[in-house]
């Protein structure tokens, strides 16, 4: 096999083992497919280097003295740091309970010796593509989860613009209505562009005749109520300016 081309990063394979011949021939025969291949004479030392690196991929020997390879195994799976890493089991003992009882401890594969490197390559390749997909997945829903939490928090301010826009929609009615109370005031004066007041401040019809200045201001009033009228019709907001110069202007009128 031709050794990989293009990786962004060259695995990390730790091999453990306590024979150092069994794993300079391992090292040796996986070394041209461009790993960074590391070693482990003991499990305790394993577990060290596996917790300090996360590599990205473990051979592990089934028999070992001090920590077998079956407690070593176990004792990775129950770190949450370390429990996604891939393992192969790397055994002598090729009857189906031992298989078995390391597949059950949490080994990803198994490899039985004298090992058969072209197997051994092959097994290799296919766990670290499931880590890598499994990492590229993991990195799929973390932006997943961070575009929704986009999309909540932009709900949220389009939620309380609209509610904004309400509050200030309602105000807009209230100063239209209060101006339209005016208007009807004004009517019952009979002198509609002389007499807009505030209520109780009508003055007779004669009175408004003899004040034509009263007249322009009036009408100047009026056009601003035309144009809160012509705003809140047209669901816009109503433009404070105009709200200040018509208070302005019919205060003018009352004081007249």
């Known amino acids: 096999m031709n050794a990989p081309t293009g990786r962004i990063r060259r695995a990390v394979i730790l091999v453990v083992d306590d024979v150092e011949g069994n794993r300079q021939i391992v090292c040796r025969r996986l070394e041209p497919f461009g790993y960074d291949l590391l070693q482990a004479e003991s499990g305790e030392q394993a577990l060290d280097f596996i917790r300090a690196r996360k590599p990205d991929l473990v051979l592990l020997d089934y028999m070992m003295p001090a920590m077998n390879g079956i407690e070593v195994l176990r004792l990775i799976r129950q770190d949450w740091q370390t429990a996604s890493i891939p393992v192969i089991m790397v055994t002598a003992r090729a009857e189906s309970g031992a298989v078995v009882e390391a597949l059950d401890a949490g080994a990803d594969d198994y490899v ?19 880590r890598r997909s499994s990492e590229s997945l993991r990195q799929a829903n973390a932006a997943l989860d961070e575009r929704a939490t986009m999309r909540v928090l932009a709900f949220d301010e389009l939620k309380e613009e609209l509610e904004r826009e309400m509050i200030q929609r309602r105000q807009s009615e209230r100063a239209l209505e209060e101006a339209q109370a005016m208007i009807e ?13 505030p209520e109780g401040d009508c003055a007779p019809p004669s009175e408004a005749v ?17 144009a809160l009228a012509r705003a809140v019709a047209a669901g816009r907001p109503v433009n404070p300016a105009i709200l200040a110069a018509l208070r302005a202007q019919v205060a003018d009128l009352g004081q007249g």
């Open 112 to 130: 039985t010796k004298p090992i058969d490197f072209e197997v051994l390559r092959a097994r290799v390749e296919t766990q670290l593509a499931k």
């Open 185 to 197: 005031r004004c009517n019952a004066c009979g002198k509609i562009n002389a007499c807009l007041v």
């Open 210 to 226: 003899k004040a034509p200045a009263m007249e322009a201001e009036a009408a100047h009033a009026l056009e601003l109520i035309d």
